[in-house]
């Protein structure tokens, strides 16, 4: 790609600025880009009668009134070594009484895109003509997109990739207001996006769409370290993201979130099996400033993944991690890496001897649709501090508590506060969720 600040005081569609490129040592030259809507702020007329580059005439043109940042793929330049050159032209006259001062350029950047876009798509595989949205995504002409397969339920419909984890899937489909499938999500946009309105439909996301989206800068950088030492039914993964954004700031809170997925279930692509930091995901609540780099990763503690869910084929999986702005649903940056240790197939893997994990493995969260309170009981006492949160389908924690160290007797919550829906319960302890089950709430007049 390449990068660059313009400013531009011209007489429009008259005078202008082109960049081009030789492949010949400065024989011939060729325009990058056109000015038919692709990449960003990427020239704004042709047919000029200054002839800037002396030939297509596609140009920057006119007055910006400021710096603009213009972006443009250079996929389609020769492989071999080429030279750029920015050519202005001018006519022989300005309108009347004016005087234009030209056209300046800064900050050139010439390399690769930092920026990967996630396709999140959601799907279900027992409604056939889904498979068309599906066959959508997979076929777009581009490299620069991630893509992440989400299983819904649909009334009537079985689909087993759901069933075996419903609650990451379901999870990542109420950020957005998912409710059926299908649906595709570019990179959280689900509004206006140069002068284009992302509303969900799989057919309205485009190859250059993708394209100028990868062209932004990323906020995160993200590093994935997979420890291949560990036993085939382990998963441990050290995950550092690193805010680097210069520009932007962000206030909290700010989603980290690391999924594994797994290629070629049932002929579908990428679909998720686990969301590693729960439906939640490790939330960061320092307000992130623009040119203060600073990293996150979990405790060495938490490296090491529980992935209670069935693997088909022990060899196709991946992490995909991302940063997503929680308030806008931005992603702000995703990587994916491939797992190359073999996991043991058609078998749910996962920590053995978690003692905080076991210690619940007994806790009954009834009942379910639970009316006025729900109640908490495992008919013995437990040896470590745990909390409680409900969340609702938008991931908002609407109440809150600890866990009662004796649960010989049934703890109650009251849940009459609370509108009637379907609602997550997390167990924690610390910051580290180790339980999560759906609890529908039905209080009765």
């Known amino acids: 790609m390449v990068a660059l ?18 492949s010949d040592g400065g024989r011939s030259w060729e325009t990058v880009g056109t000015d038919n809507g692709e990449g960003i702020e990427w020239y704004n007329g042709s047919d000029l009668s200054g002839e800037p580059g002396g030939q297509d005439n596609y140009a920057w043109t006119g007055m910006t009134n400021g710096w603009k940042d213009a972006r443009f793929n250079l996929n389609e330049l020769p492989k071999d070594t080429v030279v750029f050159r920015i050519a202005f032209g001018s006519n022989s006259d300005n309108n009347p009484g004016t005087v234009s001062n030209g056209f300046a350029f800064d900050d050139i950047y010439i390399g690769e895109k930092n920026r990967n876009v ?44 759901n069933a075996a984890n419903p609650i990451d899937n379901n999870a990542r489909a109420q950020i957005y207001g998912i409710r059926q499938p299908p649906a595709t999500i570019m990179d959280g946009i689900l509004n206006e996006y140069y002068g284009k309105d992302f509303n969900g439909f799989t057919g309205n996301i485009t190859a250059v769409d993708i394209d100028r989206r990868s062209l932004e800068d990323p906020s995160f950088d993200i590093t994935i370290d997979i420890d291949g030492t560990t036993a085939p039914d382990v998963l441990k993964a050290d995950i550092q993201y690193t805010f680097i954004d210069k520009i932007n700031s962000f206030a909290p809170p700010v989603i980290l979130q690391a999924a ?93 001897d978690d003692p905080a994990v076991a210690a619940l493995q007994d806790l009954k969260i ?80």
């Open 5 to 22: 600040k313009y400013w531009s005081d011209s007489d429009k569609n008259f005078d202008g600025a082109v960049l081009q490129y030789s």
């Open 118 to 161: 996630l396709i999140e798509h959601y799907t279900n595989d027992g409604n056939s003509s889904f498979q068309l949205s599906e066959e959508y995504i997979d076929e777009l002409q581009s490299n620069d997109f991630i893509k992440l397969q989400y299983h819904l339920a649909s009334p009537g419909l079985e689909d087993a990739i």
């Open 366 to 445: 009834y009942p379910n649709p639970a009316s006025q309170n729900i109640k908490l009981y495992l008919g013995d006492k437990l040896n470590r501090d745990y909390t409680w949160k409900l969340i609702d389908q938008r991931g908002i924690t609407v109440l809150q508590g600890d866990v009662n160290r004796d649960l010989t007797t049934p703890q109650q919550i009251d849940v009459t506060r609370i509108a009637n829906g379907i609602y997550f319960m997390a167990i924690q302890t610390g910051d580290r969720s180790v339980l999560y089950t759906k609890v529908a709430v039905m209080n009765e007049n």
């Open 260 to 352: 594994l997925v797994e290629n070629g279930v049932n002929g579908n692509k990428f679909s998720l099996r686990k969301l590693l930091y729960g439906p939640e995901g490790f939330i960061i609540n320092d307000q992130l400033v623009a040119g203060t780099p600073v990293t996150y990763s979990k405790p060495d503690a938490e490296e090491t993944h529980q992935l209670a869910t069935p693997i088909a084929h022990g060899d196709s999986l991946y992490i995909i991690a991302f940063a997503q702005d929680k308030q806008t649903r931005r992603i702000l940056q995703s990587v994916i890496m491939k797992v190359e240790q073999t996991k043991v197939s058609q078998t749910p893997v996962g920590i053995p």
